[in-house]
């Protein structure tokens, strides 16, 4: 495919440091990879991208800081793309998916473990456990639309449960209240979780794909369908986010780079494999397009367990298949 940029996108160049807002506390996966993206966008662009941590509220306090600061190219948002389309159905923001122009790279596959001197040794184990203990079982969260809510409610659907969720700010100090015993398990990205299993101190059970996960480092982390054929799965990709309507030389710029610097960048590609994510940086109707059954799967659980209030047809949001 022949690729082609107007003179603009050659011409526009920030004038300032560019701030890009993570909506997670520092040391988890969206802020782990979003650095990484900052410094190859310096490079590209000749100017800082400067990361901002700004948690709260399941990511739509940063997001929205993103939103309301000047349309200019000067401020962008970052995180996973199936809660930056979640928002406005959870009420929190009321910027739409196709207000923002999606810069994706990589996808984060969920992972349940549990410490590693947790008496569950299989996924199989953990299952019986939540079917059938009298007590819940507490996993810990990030929040409303993190990997490890969406995934809770996704085995939900196809089985009676009994769990609680710990919820913290960001799935960094999730995977360390798991690692310390004072929850019983994560579920959680593979990027937050992969020290801590190579060090020794989780046990991964499952992938929440349909599909192993090799993680370097550690073997093959089998896939929950193992178990469970018949769950939703599907990839959760992250990104940096631009209001779409920036100016037109702004989109442009953004473009050519993730077209000529991103989409084959080797030092993310090493990034991605020692993270235990899939790198895929894709851009514009191909990036709405390649997370939009994640985007589905996370907006109509949080409808139907109740969680938000708004109905995601109304925000263009199919019912997954």
Not at 12 to 32: F, N
Not at 67 to 79: F, I, K, Q, R, V
Not at 229 to 257: C, Q, R, W
């Amino acid at each position: 495919m022949t690729l082609s940029f107007s003179a603009s996108a050659q011409e526009w160049k920030p004038s300032e440091p560019v701030t890009v807002i993570v909506p997670w506390a520092a040391g988890g996966a969206t802020d782990t990879v979003t650095r990484v993206v900052a410094g190859e966008l310096s490079k590209a662009f000749g100017q800082n991208f400067v990361i901002l941590n700004q948690p709260g509220a399941s990511g739509s306090v940063g997001t929205r800081s993103a939103w309301e600061a000047p349309h200019d190219g000067l401020t962008l948002a970052a995180g996973a793309a199936a809660d930056l389309g979640a928002y406005p159905v959870l009420g929190m923001l009321d910027a739409k998916l196709s207000d923002w122009r999606l810069y994706l790279h990589v996808a984060n596959p969920g992972l349940i473990s549990v410490p590693v001197n947790s008496e569950w040794k299989d996924f199989g184990q953990l299952l019986e456990a939540l079917k059938t203990s009298g007590d819940p079982i507490t996993v810990s969260s990030g929040g409303l639309s993190s990997t490890t809510a969406i995934t809770m409610q996704a085995l939900e659907k196809v089985e009676k449960i009994n769990y609680r969720a710990i919820v913290y700010e960001g799935n960094n100090p999730a995977v360390i209240s798991t690692v310390s015993g004072e929850t019983q398990f994560t579920a959680t990205t593979a990027t937050d979780q992969v020290d801590m299993i190579r060090a020794g101190r989780l046990r991964p059970l499952a992938v929440i794909a349909d599909q192993p996960l090799e993680l370097e480092g550690f073997g093959t982390v089998p896939a929950i369908t193992d178990w469970l054929p018949s769950i939703k799965t599907a990839h959760n990709y992250f990104g940096v986010y631009v209001p779409a309507d920036a100016p037109k030389e702004v989109l442009d710029a953004m473009d050519k780079v993730w077209a000529e610097k991103i989409k084959d960048n080797e030092v993310l590609k090493k990034h991605a494999a020692e993270r235990g994510a899939l790198f895929n940086a894709t851009y514009g109707d191909e990036a709405v397009a390649i997370s939009a059954p994640y985007l589905s799967i996370n907006a109509w659980q949080q409808f139907e367990s109740g969680a938000a209030p708004n109905d995601p047809s109304q925000f263009g949001i199919p019912k997954p298949e």
